[in-house]
T-cell receptor, first 113, second 112 residues
Framework: GENVEQHPSTLSVQEGDSAVIKCTYS??????FPWYKQELGKRPQLIID?????GEKKDQRIAVTLNKTAKHFSLHITETQPEDSAVYFC????????????FGRGTSLIVHP | NAGVTQTPKFRVLKTGQSMTLLCAQD?????MYWYRQDPGMGLRLIHY???????AKGEVPDGYNVSRLKKQNFLLGLESAAPSQTSVYFC???????????FGSGTRLTVV
C-alpha cells in the first residue's frame, strides 16, 4: 500500500517568513495529493490539492509543487501570519475507485507574531 | 445543511465498557469513513463504507466494528474498550464523483 512520509513534524517561523512542508510517497500510481489544515480543536479542512498532471498550483499565499519523478510534493506558505498556525496534513492516493487517501503524520506550524 | 455531525463530542469510558459513535451526513454522500487521530500519528483509517449496507476494513480495524444500515449514518462500535483506544475519532464523507472529504467535528474518547 501507499506510504506517505511528512517532514518536519514541527515548524516554527516568524510572522512574514515563508514555511515549507515536504512529503514523499511510495506508490508511483498515486495521482492526487491534497493538503489539509487542522486548527486546534477543529476538524481537518482541505486547503489545496494537486493532480499528477500538474507541477505546481497556487492559491493566494499557498502553493503546492509536485515532482512525480522523485515522488515528493511540498506545501509552500508565503508571508505567514499567526492565523496560519495549525497542523497541516499531506495525503496521497489514486483518484478513482473508492479513493482512500493515505495521510502523512502531520506538521505543527507555529507562526510567532 | 448540517454537513457531517458526530455524536457524542466527548466521552469517558471504563476499560471493558462498550459504546457506539454516530456519524450522520445530510449530503447524500455514498462514501463514509472513520479515522482515529493520535499525536504524531496523523489520521489512520479504521473502517470505511462505499454505500449503504457495505463496510470494509481500513488500516487499524482491530477492536472496532461498523455498520451502515442507512445511507446517511455510519456507526462505529467499541465492544470492549481498551486504554489504547483513547483517541480523537473523526468521521468523513464524500460524494462518489468528488475527492473532497467533509470531516465531522470529532469525538474525543478517553478510556480509563
Amino acid at each position: 500500500g501507499e506510504n506517505v512520509e511528512q517532514h518536519p513534524s514541527t515548524l516554527s517561523v516568524q510572522e512574514g517568513d515563508s514555511a515549507v512542508i515536504k512529503c514523499t510517497y511510495s506508490d508511483s500510481a498515486s495521482n492526487y495529493f491534497p493538503w489539509y489544515k487542522q486548527e486546534l480543536g477543529k476538524r481537518p479542512q482541505l486547503i489545496i490539492d494537486i493532480r499528477s498532471n500538474v507541477g505546481e498550483k497556487k492559491d493566494q499565499r499557498i502553493a503546492v509543487t509536485l515532482n512525480k519523478t522523485a515522488k515528493h510534493f511540498s506545501l509552500h506558505i508565503t508571508e505567514t501570519q499567526p492565523e496560519d498556525s495549525a497542523v497541516y496534513f499531506c495525503a496521497a492516493s489514486l483518484s478513482g475507485g473508492s479513493y482512500i487517501p493515505t495521510f502523512g503524520r502531520g506538521t505543527s506550524l507555529i507562526v510567532h507574531p | 445543511n448540517a454537513g457531517v455531525t458526530q455524536t457524542p463530542k466527548f466521552r469517558v469510558l471504563k476499560t471493558g465498557q462498550s459504546m457506539t459513535l454516530l456519524c450522520a451526513q445530510d449530503m447524500n454522500h455514498e462514501y463514509m469513513y472513520w479515522y482515529r487521530q493520535d499525536p504524531g500519528m496523523g489520521l489512520r483509517l479504521i473502517h470505511y463504507s462505499v454505500g449503504e449496507g457495505t463496510t470494509a476494513k481500513g488500516e487499524v480495524p482491530d477492536g472496532y466494528n461498523v455498520s451502515r444500515l442507512k445511507k446517511q449514518n455510519f456507526l462505529l462500535g467499541l465492544e470492549s474498550a481498551a486504554p489504547s483506544q483513547t483517541s480523537v475519532y473523526f468521521c468523513a464523507s464524500r460524494h462518489d464523483r468528488d475527492r473532497l472529504y467533509t470531516f465531522g467535528s470529532g469525538t474525543r474518547l478517553t478510556v480509563v
